[in-house]
């Protein structure tokens, strides 16, 4: 005989309440139904926590100025303020994957010398003649270089010039602390021994060249031998790109990518950088991919839509674009953007994906 309705809602709420009692035993025994969280935990496409944010670089360099009254480089150990996603409360991220910060060093100060598991990237917002020194070799910085201080490394700053120095810390610290597998170790001086000239490894490594084996020694770790790529080189190499008679790509405009000179893989283990020109006039198509990218707009104005979310871009602002958000770009006028993401991280799991839109 055919169950009525009536029966069924009956049976389904006995079942209902049976599997209740039977979670209610599980639980304290570290026992959950993978049935009732599968979608969740598996999910069509990415559903990232993060969310399209942009700092304006004049608001966020005054609050910087302000601490650097207060708290001395020395005091802090790193004097920064923390980019923090808003979709990410108290995770000291901007995207699940990636920690960004401004950090300040006034004249005369030093950032005392330390290494840690974390791999970083230093990109150059304004100042001109302090330093990072990698284990004992300094990379004078400049307006737009780009530093490593690969994991491991021991590194310190300092500022002998008369003007404030300011540049974006770019880190791995959420991948690292996802893995649970940090260490951080302090030098016992200030500074770290100086051992080479500086660039020292650019003018060894950075010409597409490297010491013949068994003619010179390798004072720089084999994998990593460069960590310095100057604003002075890279600037004019996208603009010879530019210049090639190549249009722009449609939806990454000209892109150039920094390498390991070694491999010619991406700088760093976890973390892959490039910059993009964008012709005046020129707007993209959509585009998406499933690195959170952190940009900064090195010049020009124009308008990014994330999701169709539209920002204003303008010299020295920050923005992040996250996993699997489409990102569509205009150039008001001709536009730089450096980026950096978690793609080469990626690219070593086999979880890359983009799609142009």
Known sequence: MARSPSDEAALSNDQAAQLQALYGEMEPEGLFPLWESLADLVLPQPRSPARPHKWDYADARAYLMRAG?????????????????????GLSSITPSLYAGL???????????????????RFVMEGEGAFTAVDGEKAI????DLVLTPGGQWHDHGNPTDTPMIWLDGLDIPTVRHFDASFAEHYEADQFPEQVPPGDSLNRYGRNMRPLKGATADRRPTHQPLFHYP??????ALDALAASGDAPDPHMGHALEFLNPIDGGPIMATISAHVRLLPAGFETCARRSTDGTVFVVVEGEGMAWIDAQPMALKPRDIVVVPSWKALRLRADNQIVLFGYSDKACQEKLNLYKEDNL
């Open 103 to 121: 950090q300040l060093i006034l004249p005369g100060e030093i950032a005392p010398a330390h290494k840690h598991t974390q791999c970083a990237l």
């Open 69 to 89: 009254d207060l708290i001395s480089a020395k005091q802090a150990e790193r004097r920064v303020l923390i980019l923090e996603n808003p979709g990410l409360s």
């Open 231 to 236: 604003y002075a080189e890279w600037r004019p």
């Open 141 to 144: 910085m400049r307006p737009f």
